[in-house]
């Protein structure tokens, strides 16, 4: 690329710049170092044009170094999200593999089950059905006792203890 070479006014301060970049752009970036001057003028009106002008470009240089630091620590976080997502995309792979692998697996064991299905069933039709016989129901107690009779015997019975409190007095 061709250099160019624009002419500037920033501040009633007159300079040529040489640069590869577009005539708009520099005159747009001129314009925005101006209006930071004037602004720092307005707020100290003592200030000498090199003051400002130190202060103005501390601004500036301090502005793109926050700006490289966000961009680095975008490009961080963009590089983890990709580690991320690469380990998430082995992982999936493994797992359709581990999918695939255990389709495989149960379909031989239906396979063999069906077999073995087969088999039992062939047995299983010469054999006699047993049945069973008699009911499931909850049986009688023998001795005639009451349900829950077995746990009064824990109960405590205060007829006696009164007795012999009576005779103790």
Known sequence: ?????????????????????????????????????QNLSRQNETASGAVIAIV?????????????????????????????SSQARLEAETAQKEVARLKQEVASLRARLGEAD?????????APVQRTSGSFSRPKREDGEPEGAFLQHFEEKEEPLEAEEAQND
């Open 56 to 84: 103005a470009a501390l601004s500036f240089c301090d502005d793109y170094h926050k700006a490289n630091q966000t961009a680095e620590t975008l490009r961080e976080q963009i590089k983890g999200y990709l580690e991320d």
């Open 118 to 126: 087969a088999d039992a069933s062939d047995s299983v039709a010469d």
């Open 1 to 37: 690329m061709s250099k160019n070479s624009i002419r500037l006014t920033i501040c009633g301060t007159e300079c040529a710049v040489g640069t590869d970049d577009n005539e708009a752009y520099v005159r747009s970036i001129a314009s925005e170092v101006q209006d930071c001057m």
